[in-house]
Protein backbone atom coordinates (compact mmCIF):
# COMPACT_ATOMS: atom_id res chain seq x y z
CA UNK A 1 0.00 0.00 0.00
CA UNK A 2 2.69 2.46 0.83
CA UNK A 3 4.28 1.64 -2.73
CA UNK A 4 0.83 2.28 -4.28
CA UNK A 5 0.83 5.82 -2.42
CA UNK A 6 4.14 6.96 -3.35
CA UNK A 7 3.72 5.86 -7.32
CA UNK A 8 0.29 7.44 -7.33
CA UNK A 9 1.91 10.90 -5.81
CA UNK A 10 5.16 10.69 -7.49
CA UNK A 11 3.68 10.24 -11.27
CA UNK A 12 0.10 12.40 -10.92
CA UNK A 13 -2.22 10.35 -10.59
CA UNK A 14 -3.48 10.91 -6.95
CA UNK A 15 -2.54 13.93 -4.00
CA UNK A 16 -4.01 14.74 -0.89
CA UNK A 17 -7.25 17.04 -1.05
CA UNK A 18 -6.26 20.36 0.04
CA UNK A 19 -2.67 19.63 0.01
CA UNK A 20 -1.42 23.46 -0.18
CA UNK A 21 -3.43 23.75 3.38
CA UNK A 22 -2.21 20.60 5.11
CA UNK A 23 -5.03 18.63 3.28
CA UNK A 24 -8.70 17.69 4.84
CA UNK A 25 -8.70 14.15 5.64
CA UNK A 26 -10.81 11.44 3.78
CA UNK A 27 -10.33 13.59 0.53
CA UNK A 28 -8.08 13.25 -2.24
CA UNK A 29 -7.94 14.91 -5.65
CA UNK A 30 -7.13 13.26 -8.82
CA UNK A 31 -4.69 14.36 -11.25
CA UNK A 32 -4.40 13.47 -15.16
CA UNK A 33 -3.56 10.16 -15.01
CA UNK A 34 -5.41 9.10 -11.72
CA UNK A 35 -8.84 11.16 -14.22
CA UNK A 36 -8.34 8.56 -16.95
CA UNK A 37 -7.50 5.56 -15.12
CA UNK A 38 -11.05 6.64 -13.14
CA UNK A 39 -13.01 7.41 -16.54
CA UNK A 40 -11.53 3.82 -18.09
CA UNK A 41 -13.19 2.29 -15.52
CA UNK A 42 -16.52 4.22 -15.29
CA UNK A 43 -16.55 2.95 -19.02
CA UNK A 44 -15.78 -0.67 -18.29
CA UNK A 45 -18.84 -0.73 -16.10
CA UNK A 46 -20.92 0.92 -18.44
CA UNK A 47 -20.15 -1.08 -21.23
CA UNK A 48 -21.55 -4.25 -19.00
CA UNK A 49 -24.35 -2.62 -17.51
CA UNK A 50 -25.82 -0.99 -20.89
CA UNK A 51 -24.77 -4.34 -23.51
CA UNK A 52 -28.79 -4.66 -22.68
CA UNK A 53 -31.69 -2.67 -23.74
CA UNK A 54 -33.66 -2.89 -20.79
CA UNK A 55 -30.68 -0.93 -18.27
CA UNK A 56 -31.48 2.09 -17.84
CA UNK A 57 -28.83 4.64 -17.18
CA UNK A 58 -29.62 8.02 -14.83
CA UNK A 59 -27.84 11.09 -12.97
CA UNK A 60 -29.95 11.98 -10.35
CA UNK A 61 -29.51 15.00 -7.62
CA UNK A 62 -27.08 15.22 -4.98
CA UNK A 63 -29.40 17.04 -2.55
CA UNK A 64 -32.67 15.08 -2.04
CA UNK A 65 -35.64 15.97 -0.55
CA UNK A 66 -35.20 14.96 3.45
CA UNK A 67 -38.32 12.64 3.41
CA UNK A 68 -36.10 10.62 1.04
CA UNK A 69 -33.82 9.62 4.02
CA UNK A 70 -36.63 9.51 6.26
CA UNK A 71 -38.39 6.68 4.44
CA UNK A 72 -35.32 4.69 3.38
CA UNK A 73 -34.29 4.36 6.93
CA UNK A 74 -30.94 6.29 6.84
CA UNK A 75 -31.80 9.13 9.29
CA UNK A 76 -32.55 6.29 12.07
CA UNK A 77 -30.19 3.54 10.66
CA UNK A 78 -26.43 5.14 8.62
CA UNK A 79 -24.84 5.21 11.52
CA UNK A 80 -21.35 3.74 13.32
CA UNK A 81 -20.48 3.11 16.52
CA UNK A 82 -18.39 6.16 18.08
CA UNK A 83 -15.97 6.24 21.66
CA UNK A 84 -14.25 8.69 22.83
CA UNK A 85 -10.96 8.81 24.66
CA UNK A 86 -11.46 10.53 27.63
CA UNK A 87 -7.74 11.91 28.22
CA UNK A 88 -6.72 13.06 24.61
CA UNK A 89 -10.12 13.59 23.52
CA UNK A 90 -9.86 11.33 20.30
CA UNK A 91 -12.42 9.74 18.11
CA UNK A 92 -12.80 5.93 16.85
CA UNK A 93 -14.93 3.61 15.46
CA UNK A 94 -15.61 1.25 17.64
CA UNK A 95 -15.85 -1.49 15.37
CA UNK A 96 -12.50 -0.51 14.65
CA UNK A 97 -10.82 -1.08 18.21
CA UNK A 98 -12.85 -4.79 18.07
CA UNK A 99 -9.74 -6.29 15.74
CA UNK A 100 -6.93 -4.24 17.44
CA UNK A 101 -4.72 -5.85 19.53
CA UNK A 102 -5.40 -3.70 22.32
CA UNK A 103 -8.17 -3.73 24.31
CA UNK A 104 -11.22 -2.22 22.99
CA UNK A 105 -11.63 -0.23 26.43
CA UNK A 106 -8.24 1.97 25.86
CA UNK A 107 -7.43 4.24 23.42
CA UNK A 108 -5.08 3.29 20.58
CA UNK A 109 -3.09 6.59 21.14
CA UNK A 110 -2.59 7.35 24.42
CA UNK A 111 -3.84 4.54 26.55
CA UNK A 112 -6.26 6.30 28.17
CA UNK A 113 -10.03 5.41 28.64
CA UNK A 114 -12.34 5.09 26.26
CA UNK A 115 -16.66 5.93 26.80
CA UNK A 116 -18.97 3.98 26.07
CA UNK A 117 -19.96 3.02 22.44
CA UNK A 118 -22.62 5.78 21.22
CA UNK A 119 -24.38 6.16 17.37
CA UNK A 120 -23.44 8.44 15.04
CA UNK A 121 -25.03 9.31 11.85
CA UNK A 122 -22.45 9.63 8.98
CA UNK A 123 -24.81 11.76 6.43
CA UNK A 124 -23.40 15.12 6.12
CA UNK A 125 -26.12 17.66 6.86
CA UNK A 126 -26.85 21.30 5.29
CA UNK A 127 -29.27 23.60 4.77
CA UNK A 128 -31.08 24.75 1.18
CA UNK A 129 -32.24 28.19 1.81
CA UNK A 130 -30.95 31.21 3.57
CA UNK A 131 -32.30 30.26 6.74
CA UNK A 132 -30.41 27.31 8.69
CA UNK A 133 -33.67 25.58 10.81
CA UNK A 134 -34.58 22.33 10.79
CA UNK A 135 -37.60 22.77 8.29
CA UNK A 136 -34.74 23.33 5.58
CA UNK A 137 -32.16 20.58 6.69
CA UNK A 138 -31.37 18.82 3.52
CA UNK A 139 -28.32 15.80 3.33
CA UNK A 140 -25.64 15.30 0.75
CA UNK A 141 -26.13 11.66 -0.43
CA UNK A 142 -24.38 9.08 1.08
CA UNK A 143 -25.37 6.56 -1.73
CA UNK A 144 -26.91 6.69 -5.23
CA UNK A 145 -29.62 3.83 -5.00
CA UNK A 146 -32.41 6.36 -3.72
CA UNK A 147 -31.96 8.85 -6.47
CA UNK A 148 -32.78 5.63 -8.35
CA UNK A 149 -36.06 4.45 -6.45
CA UNK A 150 -37.31 7.88 -5.85
CA UNK A 151 -37.27 7.90 -10.14
CA UNK A 152 -38.45 4.49 -10.76
CA UNK A 153 -41.72 5.35 -11.37
CA UNK A 154 -40.34 7.96 -13.89
CA UNK A 155 -38.70 5.54 -16.03
CA UNK A 156 -41.64 3.14 -15.80
CA UNK A 157 -44.42 5.56 -16.75
CA UNK A 158 -41.78 6.79 -19.67
CA UNK A 159 -40.39 3.92 -21.09
CA UNK A 160 -43.01 1.42 -20.36
CA UNK A 161 -40.08 -1.45 -19.33
CA UNK A 162 -41.25 -5.12 -18.50
CA UNK A 163 -40.12 -6.83 -15.81
CA UNK A 164 -37.00 -7.33 -15.05
CA UNK A 165 -35.39 -4.16 -16.06
CA UNK A 166 -32.65 -2.05 -14.39
CA UNK A 167 -31.94 1.46 -13.38
CA UNK A 168 -27.81 2.20 -12.97
CA UNK A 169 -25.81 5.38 -11.73
CA UNK A 170 -22.94 6.65 -11.10
CA UNK A 171 -22.19 9.24 -9.26
CA UNK A 172 -20.06 10.96 -5.94
CA UNK A 173 -21.43 10.56 -2.71
CA UNK A 174 -20.46 11.58 0.59
CA UNK A 175 -20.35 10.02 4.57
CA UNK A 176 -18.63 11.75 7.15
CA UNK A 177 -16.40 9.04 8.31
CA UNK A 178 -15.17 8.98 12.10
CA UNK A 179 -11.42 7.95 11.42
CA UNK A 180 -11.08 7.86 7.62
CA UNK A 181 -8.27 5.81 6.53
CA UNK A 182 -6.15 2.77 4.16
CA UNK A 183 -5.44 6.04 1.27
CA UNK A 184 -8.95 5.40 -1.05
CA UNK A 185 -10.30 2.95 0.76
CA UNK A 186 -12.41 4.82 3.74
CA UNK A 187 -12.38 8.20 2.04
CA UNK A 188 -15.20 10.93 3.17
CA UNK A 189 -16.58 11.68 -0.46
CA UNK A 190 -15.83 9.13 -3.63
CA UNK A 191 -18.11 7.90 -6.48
CA UNK A 192 -20.27 4.94 -6.20
CA UNK A 193 -21.12 2.51 -9.36
CA UNK A 194 -24.39 1.21 -8.54
CA UNK A 195 -27.38 -1.08 -10.27
CA UNK A 196 -30.97 -1.62 -9.23
CA UNK A 197 -32.09 -5.05 -11.02
CA UNK A 198 -36.06 -4.71 -10.37
CA UNK A 199 -37.58 -8.37 -11.01
CA UNK A 200 -40.74 -10.59 -10.10
CA UNK A 201 -40.24 -11.45 -6.53
CA UNK A 202 -40.23 -15.32 -7.70
CA UNK A 203 -37.39 -15.17 -9.61
CA UNK A 204 -35.27 -12.49 -7.18
CA UNK A 205 -32.82 -15.38 -6.22
CA UNK A 206 -32.15 -16.54 -9.90
CA UNK A 207 -31.26 -12.75 -10.54
CA UNK A 208 -29.34 -12.42 -7.55
CA UNK A 209 -26.75 -15.31 -8.60
CA UNK A 210 -26.54 -13.92 -12.05
CA UNK A 211 -25.78 -10.60 -11.14
CA UNK A 212 -23.26 -12.21 -8.48
CA UNK A 213 -21.22 -13.75 -11.62
CA UNK A 214 -21.85 -11.11 -13.56
CA UNK A 215 -20.20 -8.82 -11.24
CA UNK A 216 -17.41 -11.18 -10.51
CA UNK A 217 -16.59 -11.80 -14.16
CA UNK A 218 -16.06 -8.30 -15.19
CA UNK A 219 -13.15 -8.09 -12.18
CA UNK A 220 -11.56 -11.13 -13.89
CA UNK A 221 -11.80 -9.99 -17.16
CA UNK A 222 -10.17 -6.57 -16.28
CA UNK A 223 -6.54 -8.34 -14.98
CA UNK A 224 -7.71 -9.41 -11.28
CA UNK A 225 -6.10 -12.36 -10.03
CA UNK A 226 -8.41 -15.09 -8.90
CA UNK A 227 -6.26 -15.66 -5.77
CA UNK A 228 -6.66 -12.21 -4.85
CA UNK A 229 -10.61 -11.99 -5.24
CA UNK A 230 -13.50 -13.76 -3.54
CA UNK A 231 -17.14 -13.99 -2.38
CA UNK A 232 -18.22 -14.47 1.04
CA UNK A 233 -21.64 -14.66 2.40
CA UNK A 234 -23.60 -12.40 5.22
CA UNK A 235 -25.15 -14.14 7.90
CA UNK A 236 -28.33 -13.85 9.08
CA UNK A 237 -26.98 -11.42 11.95
CA UNK A 238 -24.72 -8.99 9.73
CA UNK A 239 -27.84 -8.05 7.27
CA UNK A 240 -28.72 -4.31 6.82
CA UNK A 241 -32.06 -3.66 7.77
CA UNK A 242 -33.42 -3.53 4.06
CA UNK A 243 -31.62 -7.00 2.94
CA UNK A 244 -32.68 -10.22 2.26
CA UNK A 245 -29.38 -11.53 1.36
CA UNK A 246 -25.76 -10.15 1.03
CA UNK A 247 -22.86 -10.81 -0.51
CA UNK A 248 -19.58 -8.97 -0.57
CA UNK A 249 -17.15 -9.72 -3.18
CA UNK A 250 -13.56 -8.93 -1.50
CA UNK A 251 -10.25 -8.08 -2.77
CA UNK A 252 -7.19 -8.95 -0.65
CA UNK A 253 -6.26 -5.08 -0.02
CA UNK A 254 -3.88 -6.16 3.24
CA UNK A 255 -5.75 -4.64 5.43
CA UNK A 256 -7.60 -6.77 7.74
CA UNK A 257 -6.42 -9.54 9.28
CA UNK A 258 -6.91 -12.36 6.71
CA UNK A 259 -5.96 -9.54 3.83
CA UNK A 260 -9.45 -9.58 2.01
CA UNK A 261 -12.37 -6.81 3.06
CA UNK A 262 -14.86 -5.71 0.68
CA UNK A 263 -14.72 -4.33 -2.91
CA UNK A 264 -18.54 -4.28 -3.76
CA UNK A 265 -21.63 -5.22 -2.17
CA UNK A 266 -24.38 -7.61 -3.88
CA UNK A 267 -27.84 -7.44 -1.86
CA UNK A 268 -30.91 -9.11 -2.27
CA UNK A 269 -33.33 -5.23 -0.98
CA UNK A 270 -36.42 -7.26 -1.55
CA UNK A 271 -39.39 -4.86 -1.57
CA UNK A 272 -38.19 -2.84 1.05
CA UNK A 273 -37.31 0.53 -0.79
CA UNK A 274 -40.16 0.73 -3.07
CA UNK A 275 -42.91 0.01 -0.53
CA UNK A 276 -41.06 2.61 1.95
CA UNK A 277 -41.11 5.34 -0.97
CA UNK A 278 -44.86 4.08 -1.72
CA UNK A 279 -46.24 4.65 1.83
CA UNK A 280 -44.21 7.96 2.52
CA UNK A 281 -44.92 9.46 -0.57
CA UNK A 282 -48.16 7.98 -1.65
CA UNK A 283 -46.93 7.00 -5.06
CA UNK A 284 -47.60 4.13 -6.40
CA UNK A 285 -45.03 2.52 -7.41
CA UNK A 286 -46.05 -1.23 -8.67
CA UNK A 287 -45.62 -2.43 -12.15
CA UNK A 288 -47.60 -5.06 -13.60
CA UNK A 289 -49.91 -4.85 -10.40
CA UNK A 290 -46.38 -6.28 -8.43
CA UNK A 291 -44.15 -4.64 -6.22
CA UNK A 292 -40.81 -6.33 -7.11
CA UNK A 293 -37.84 -7.24 -5.99
CA UNK A 294 -34.61 -5.33 -6.68
CA UNK A 295 -30.65 -6.73 -6.30
CA UNK A 296 -28.31 -4.18 -6.19
CA UNK A 297 -24.64 -4.67 -6.85
CA UNK A 298 -22.57 -1.79 -5.34
CA UNK A 299 -19.44 -0.40 -6.10
CA UNK A 300 -17.26 2.37 -4.41
CA UNK A 301 -15.06 3.66 -8.03
CA UNK A 302 -12.47 4.83 -5.79
CA UNK A 303 -12.09 1.09 -4.37
CA UNK A 304 -12.11 -0.29 -7.67
CA UNK A 305 -9.31 2.31 -8.62
CA UNK A 306 -7.31 0.88 -5.71
CA UNK A 307 -7.66 -2.45 -5.88
CA UNK A 308 -6.68 -2.63 -10.00
CA UNK A 309 -3.75 -0.19 -8.72
CA UNK A 310 -3.11 -3.16 -6.15
CA UNK A 311 -3.17 -6.04 -8.29
CA UNK A 312 -1.28 -4.70 -11.40
CA UNK A 313 1.54 -3.04 -8.95
CA UNK A 314 4.65 -5.53 -10.06
CA UNK A 315 8.39 -5.43 -8.85
CA UNK A 316 11.22 -6.86 -11.80
CA UNK A 317 14.37 -5.94 -10.56
CA UNK A 318 14.81 -2.32 -11.00
CA UNK A 319 11.97 -2.13 -12.95
CA UNK A 320 8.66 -0.85 -11.54
CA UNK A 321 5.81 -2.05 -13.72
CA UNK A 322 1.60 -1.21 -13.64
CA UNK A 323 0.57 -4.52 -15.80
CA UNK A 324 -3.11 -2.68 -15.75
CA UNK A 325 -5.45 -4.16 -18.68
CA UNK A 326 -4.81 -1.73 -21.31
CA UNK A 327 -8.69 -0.96 -21.46
CA UNK A 328 -7.92 0.48 -17.91
CA UNK A 329 -4.44 1.94 -18.83
CA UNK A 330 -4.19 5.80 -18.43
CA UNK A 331 -2.67 5.71 -21.87
CA UNK A 332 -2.88 2.75 -24.24
CA UNK A 333 0.19 3.99 -25.94
CA UNK A 334 3.23 6.41 -26.18
CA UNK A 335 5.37 7.74 -29.30
CA UNK A 336 8.69 8.81 -28.85
CA UNK A 337 11.27 9.78 -31.13
CA UNK A 338 14.11 7.45 -30.83
CA UNK A 339 16.44 10.95 -30.19
CA UNK A 340 15.59 14.02 -29.15
CA UNK A 341 17.80 15.89 -31.12
CA UNK A 342 17.22 14.73 -34.90
CA UNK A 343 14.46 17.04 -36.42
CA UNK A 344 13.34 14.56 -38.91
CA UNK A 345 13.22 11.76 -36.53
CA UNK A 346 10.76 14.21 -34.26
CA UNK A 347 8.93 15.07 -37.35
CA UNK A 348 8.14 11.09 -38.34
CA UNK A 349 7.07 10.73 -34.46
CA UNK A 350 4.83 13.55 -34.53
CA UNK A 351 3.36 12.23 -37.69
CA UNK A 352 2.78 8.97 -36.47
CA UNK A 353 1.34 10.35 -32.91
CA UNK A 354 -1.59 12.47 -35.25
CA UNK A 355 -1.82 9.33 -37.13
CA UNK A 356 -3.31 7.65 -33.90
CA UNK A 357 -4.91 10.51 -32.33
CA UNK A 358 -7.90 10.12 -34.91
CA UNK A 359 -8.69 7.09 -33.45
CA UNK A 360 -10.74 8.54 -30.57
CA UNK A 361 -10.91 4.83 -28.84
CA UNK A 362 -7.53 5.23 -28.00
CA UNK A 363 -7.01 8.61 -26.42
CA UNK A 364 -5.05 10.23 -24.68
CA UNK A 365 -1.91 8.72 -25.80
CA UNK A 366 1.49 9.77 -24.37
CA UNK A 367 4.01 11.63 -26.08
CA UNK A 368 7.47 11.89 -25.04
CA UNK A 369 11.07 12.95 -26.31
CA UNK A 370 12.77 13.47 -22.91
CA UNK A 371 15.74 12.02 -21.64
CA UNK A 372 17.16 8.74 -23.11
CA UNK A 373 14.82 6.26 -24.84
CA UNK A 374 15.52 3.63 -21.80
CA UNK A 375 14.17 6.19 -19.21
CA UNK A 376 10.97 6.86 -21.54
CA UNK A 377 10.28 3.21 -21.40
CA UNK A 378 10.79 3.31 -17.46
CA UNK A 379 8.35 6.21 -16.92
CA UNK A 380 6.15 4.75 -19.36
CA UNK A 381 5.99 1.18 -17.45
CA UNK A 382 5.41 2.70 -13.88
CA UNK A 383 2.18 4.35 -15.15
CA UNK A 384 0.75 1.39 -16.89
CA UNK A 385 1.08 2.44 -20.99
CA UNK A 386 1.01 -1.28 -22.78
CA UNK A 387 2.75 0.19 -25.93
CA UNK A 388 6.00 2.16 -26.59
CA UNK A 389 5.82 3.13 -30.05
CA UNK A 390 9.65 4.78 -31.45
CA UNK A 391 10.53 6.37 -34.52
CA UNK A 392 13.87 5.28 -35.63
CA UNK A 393 16.14 5.92 -38.41
CA UNK A 394 14.60 2.40 -40.28
CA UNK A 395 10.89 4.06 -39.74
CA UNK A 396 12.63 6.95 -42.40
CA UNK A 397 13.99 4.45 -44.82
CA UNK A 398 10.89 1.80 -45.32
CA UNK A 399 7.65 3.44 -43.30
CA UNK A 400 7.65 1.05 -40.13
CA UNK A 401 7.95 1.53 -36.12
CA UNK A 402 8.97 -0.55 -33.25
CA UNK A 403 6.48 -1.16 -30.41
CA UNK A 404 7.56 -2.75 -27.70
CA UNK A 405 5.14 -4.33 -25.17
CA UNK A 406 5.26 -3.54 -21.23
CA UNK A 407 5.26 -6.83 -19.82
CA UNK A 408 6.91 -9.04 -22.12
CA UNK A 409 9.53 -5.91 -23.25
CA UNK A 410 9.52 -7.79 -26.64
CA UNK A 411 9.93 -5.40 -29.59
CA UNK A 412 8.40 -5.85 -33.19
CA UNK A 413 8.46 -3.90 -35.98
CA UNK A 414 4.92 -2.96 -37.31
CA UNK A 415 4.01 -0.94 -40.52
CA UNK A 416 2.38 2.21 -39.71
CA UNK A 417 -0.07 2.01 -41.94
CA UNK A 418 -1.15 -1.32 -39.61
CA UNK A 419 -0.59 0.11 -36.16
CA UNK A 420 -4.19 1.23 -35.36
CA UNK A 421 -5.64 -2.33 -36.31
CA UNK A 422 -2.65 -3.88 -34.63
CA UNK A 423 -3.61 -1.75 -31.16
CA UNK A 424 -6.87 -2.74 -31.67
CA UNK A 425 -6.86 -6.61 -32.50
CA UNK A 426 -4.27 -6.70 -29.36
CA UNK A 427 -6.79 -5.15 -26.76
Not at 129 to 152: C, D
Not at 343 to 368: C, F, G, M, R, S
Not at 369 to 396: M, P, S, V
Request: charged share 30%; proline share 4%; aromatic share 12%.
Amino acid sequence: MEKIVSLTKRRGFISPGSEIYGGLAGTWDYGPLGFYLKENIKREWWRQMLREDHIYPLDTAILLNSKVWEASGHIEHFSDPLVDCKKCKRRFRADDLLGSSVSKQVCLECGGELTEARKFNMMFKTYAGPVEEESTAVYLRPETAQGIFINFKNIVDTFHPALPFGIAQVGKVFRNEITPRNFLFRAREFEQMELEYFGHPDKADGHFQDIRKMRMDWFLSLGIKKENIRFRNYGAEELAHYARATTDIEYRFGIAEDGFSELEGIANRGDFDLKKHAEFSGADLKTGGIMPYVIEPSLGLDRAFLAFLLDAYSEEGERIVLKLHPKLSPYKVAVFPLLANKPQLIEKAKAVYQLLVTNYWLLPIAWDDRGNIGKRYYAQDEIGTKWCITADFQTLADDTVTVRDRDTMKQERISVKDLTNYIKQTI
